[in-house]
């Protein structure tokens, strides 16, 4: 069977590296100034062949190149993950400011939590090249709760308790919202400490 991504799979890889790239030289200039680094960890992966075309199916789209790479925008799929929630909003800005990439798509999941309580920036850009790139950026603790409830979702079919497990998950991210929160607030605490001596 053909690519879904025809020819395209060797641009797809480059824009990823082209995008990872960037997210490492912001990472140096920030240690440089700073001695810090604002990122955890960071993950990049062009959609494997079987999920892409799973979602076309999903979505009612024929299974070609033009649905993978102009309908569906996360071929590319980035994921930066944070130490804490100001450093996710200067990602955000910093993948925004460059010419050659247009945002073409934002939900803030950190300040509009979904109903079950996930949290994320995703952004969606378009490179000049005319490939999507799909960035999700997030504190460490929303990623430990987004992994976990990933994990349990696809798990065997729960039966009696659903319900109570649905609201523990909610409880769960909210109080590991109100912990980034603290901690955030912590950090500006000793920075504007050291920024009086």
Not at 52 to 78: F, N, V, W, Y
Not at 81 to 86: D, G
Not at 92 to 114: N, Q, S, W
Not at 121 to 133: A, E, F, Q, W
Request: aromatic share 8%; hydrophobic share 30%; net charge negative.
């Amino acid at each position: 069977m053909e690519s879904i991504y025809g020819q395209h799979r060797p641009e797809l890889e480059k824009v990823l590296q082209q995008m990872l790239g960037r997210i490492d030289d912001l990472r140096k200039n920030i240690r440089e100034k700073t001695g810090e680094d604002p990122i955890e960890h960071c993950l990049g992966r062009i959609k494997s062949e079987d999920s892409m075309r799973e979602k076309c199916r999903r979505k009612g789209l024929p299974e070609t190149t033009e649905s993978a790479l102009q309908e569906i925008h996360d071929a590319i799929g980035i994921r930066v993950v944070c130490a804490f929630r100001s450093d996710v909003y200067k990602v955000r800005d910093y993948l925004a400011g460059f010419d050659d990439v247009t945002v073409t798509e934002e939900k803030d999941y950190i300040r509009h939590a979904k109903p079950n309580g996930y949290r994320s920036y995703h952004m969606i850009v378009k490179t000049d090249s005319g490939y999507y790139v799909e960035v999700q950026i997030r504190t460490i603790s929303m990623d430990t709760w987004a992994a976990l409830e990933h994990h349990m979702k696809y798990k065997k079919k729960v039966s009696g308790n659903e319900e109570l497990i649905i609201s523990e998950l909610k409880r769960c991210a909210d109080e590991l919202a109100s912990t980034d929160i603290s901690m955030q607030t912590i950090h500006d605490m000793i920075y504007e400490e050291e920024d009086h001596f």
